[in-house]
């Protein structure tokens, strides 16, 4: 095996005694959390944003971004649960790049895993101190996921990892919402069997454990666009397509219904300031149709601090070292705008 074994990583169980979570603070993460699945499951009206960074790169930088949010939902909580994103893991097509802050706490530094593994739990425990809210994370390593599961409000399996067997397993004993994406190839049916695979129950190895799972009703459908034979980005949020994915939940008879739109990635051609019109295009089809409106829950929307994207070695403060996000400023707009809406 052409392997170097460098060094054994502590279990969860000793991370989490490390930096625990206070009696009073998970009361807050179960109220908090509370809140997420009801929007999911249609007990709650408002819509979602699960928003923030492409990646989480330096920890001050992104609490700044999510102090700021937490001082926008203040004037929106009516209409509008924010859960930003601390995206700890990066997927790479090629397996090239910058791979996240569990890899590489500091990004100018070379990987390290117990200090990621550490610097992860640390911002989203923050996060939580600092402003109340539980984040978002995507399940890039499903065995990773018990280094944070205590401090998780929302969890998102991404087009890459949509078709892998752990994957849809793992997320089958969550008691968090998931979101499935579609598959780069743009497959709905392929997205469908994951969020069947994920409400339904299992037994599996994970984690060396024979371990048995009853299903995730919160597990649901984020459209993300897709690739086309010739690398093209094509979007799939438009009124048609939300039509057909309706039409699908109908027939699948699976629990609480709910669409997310990732209004980036090939939804947007990683155009980043497109964003705002996609999102009042779905608002549009929202307010047309009855049915629309309650299968879509809210929007993924990459943002940060500052316009676009940077070499990872230019050092510009709040700006996108991985996909180019909407800026500080545009995005407290288009919230308000949302709400206004609404």
């Known amino acids: 095996m052409n392997m170097n074994f460098k060094c054994k990583l502590p279990i969860p169980k000793e991370v989490k005694e490390q930096y625990p979570v206070s009696e009073e603070l998970s009361h807050t993460i179960e109220a908090r959390n509370k809140q997420i699945a009801d929007v999911i499951s249609g007990n709650d009206d408002r819509l979602m944003l699960i928003i923030g960074p492409c990646s989480a790169d330096k920890e001050d930088s992104v609490l700044d971004y999510i102090c700021r949010l937490r001082d926008v939902q203040e004037k929106v909580s009516d209409k509008i649960l924010i859960v ?7 997927p790479r097509t090629t397996g090239k790049g910058y791979k996240g802050m569990l890899h590489q706490p500091d990004p100018d530094k070379e990987p390290d895993m117990y200090k990621g593994i550490v610097a ?3 911002t989203h425990l923050r996060a939580i101190q600092e402003t109340g809210f539980t984040c978002a994370d995507e399940m890039l390593y499903p065995e990773n996921h018990r280094y944070l599961n205590d ?3 929302y969890v998102a399996v991404g087009a890459r990892s949509v078709e892998n067997q752990q994957h849809r397993l793992t997320a089958s004993g969550l008691n968090i919402p998931v979101g499935m994406k579609n598959p780069v190839s743009g497959s709905i049916a392929v997205m469908m069997n994951s969020i069947e695979a994920a409400q339904s129950g299992h037994t599996f190895l994970y984690r060396g454990w024979e371990v048995s799972t009853t299903g995730n009703p919160l597990a649901h459908a984020i459209l993300r666009g897709y690739e086309n034979n010739h690398s093209q980005s094509m979007p799939n949020y438009h009124y048609e397509q939300l039509q057909l994915v309706y039409e699908l939940y109908k027939q699948k008879g699976f629990a609480n219904p709910a669409v997310i739109i990732d209004t980036n990635h090939c939804n947007s051609g990683k155009r980043p300031l497109e964003q705002p019109r996609i999102v009042h295009e779905v608002l549009n089809s929202r307010s047309y ?12 929307i990459e943002s940060y601090i500052e316009d676009g994207a940077q070499k990872i070695d230019e050092h510009i403060y709040g700006k996108s070292i991985t996909d180019p996000c909407l800026g500080w400023e545009k995005t407290e707009r288009l919230i308000l705008e949302i709400a206004d809406r609404l």
């Open 151 to 153: 401090l998780l409000g």
């Open 84 to 90: 930003p994103r601390i995206y700890t893991n990066k």
């Open 289 to 300: 149709n009855a049915d629309i409106r309650k299968l879509v829950k809210g929007f993924m």
């Open 120 to 122: 992860i739990r640390k």
